[in-house]
């Protein structure tokens, strides 16, 4: 049986942590193939339209949270926001599948007009199973070995080698399992994300690479199963929608302000980025108009309140405990 985050549960311990404010959420990571460190909460919001802007990277780094850029900022557009408070310690710029001088052309470009030096950099297409798409990576590896790279996105362990064997250190699991993701209603490819993220971070472990969860995450708890399933990181896209930080469109729907909120796959997003839906391929993507949920900084302090009362249920004054011998039941 493979799971979904609503098909379990985690039952709590007998806890010496009796305050929330005792629980540290911040995390140190270190990874295998740039040698680099970060230290911070590892929560990353995901780069999709409305979501991953300056804006909501400007508050998330308060918080020592990471967001993932768009990848569809100009130059002169990250030039301007670095210039203006974006902290690249907590911000990964983001490209899809692309030729590697290109990438690193535009890194070279941002990184001698500010004199700052990229941390992260997250490649980011629907299907990561491309070998054109790995050979890419490793290509960009092998000029710059100082970054950290995330890469995604897959869902089995053979997914998550052939990532890793192309030099990245964060690797991204999930298909099929966003909410504005129709990938498995219109092809039928998929895998239910808590085993997914289960069985992909028993191979990453082995390999010495990290995981992000990305794909699923409805809530602060769900927040919770994917790091007892072993995710390092989870990535928000949902959750994060609707803000003012993140410039989406508005309309009134029954009297109220509803802001919209699209999957990158679909048809929405192709017209607004390339024009129009390309007669070869299909919308994986649905748009929906979601109420408006104003400042994003509310949700975050929500959502940190969540982790730290689930770590004082489970017994753990940091959160890399939770994905540390915990158990979990199924409800199914």
């Keep these: 049986m493979k799971l979904n985050y609503k098909d379990v549960l985690i039952p709590p311990k007998i806890t010496n942590i009796d305050s929330r404010s005792k629980v540290k959420l911040e995390s140190k990571k270190k990874f295998k193939f740039s040698r680099n460190n970060w230290e911070g909460i590892p929560l990353i919001a995901s780069n999709m ?28 557009e990250w030039v301007q926001a670095i210039e203006s408070g974006v902290d690249i310690n907590y911000s990964f710029i983001t490209f899809g599948l692309e030729n590697p001088n290109k990438i690193l052309d535009k890194i070279h470009s941002i990184e001698d007009l500010t004199n700052k030096t990229f941390k992260f950099v997250m490649f980011d297409i629907a299907n990561g199973y491309l070998v054109k798409y790995h050979n890419m990576i490793n290509e960009f590896r092998k000029q710059r070995k100082d970054l950290i790279l995330a890469a995604g996105n897959v869902v089995t362990k053979e997914g998550v080698k052939a990532i890793s064997d192309a030099g990245t250190d964060l690797i991204k699991i999930g298909i099929g399992s966003g909410s504005v993701c129709d990938t498995s209603t219109v092809t039928g490819i998929g895998y239910p994300q808590f085993s997914a993220v289960d069985e992909c971070s028993n191979e990453a472990i082995n390999l010495g690479v990290k995981i992000i969860a990305d794909g699923g995450i409805r809530s602060s ?50 017209s607004n980025h390339e024009g129009k839906k390309k007669s070869y391929r299909a919308s994986e993507g649905s748009v929906k108009w979601i109420e408006d949920n104003g400042d994003v900084n509310r949700t975050v302090e929500e959502i940190l309140g969540g982790l730290r009362s689930a770590c004082t249920y489970l017994n753990v004054s940091n959160i890399d405990g939770i994905n540390k ?4 039941i199924t409800v199914k």
């Design 49 to 76: 339209d409305y979501v991953g802007t300056f804006e909501t990277a400007k508050d998330l780094q308060k918080n020592k949270i990471l967001t993932a850029i768009s990848k569809y900022y100009s130059d002169s």
């Design 221 to 270: 708890g769900d927040i919770v199963k994917s790091f007892v399933a072993g995710a390092d990181f989870a990535m928000l896209g949902s959750l994060l929608a609707g803000h003012e930080q993140g410039g989406s469109p508005i309309k009134e729907i029954n009297g109220k302000k509803h802001r919209q909120y699209y999957g990158m796959s679909s048809e929405q997003a192709m």
């Design 325 to 328: 011998n915990i158990d979990y």
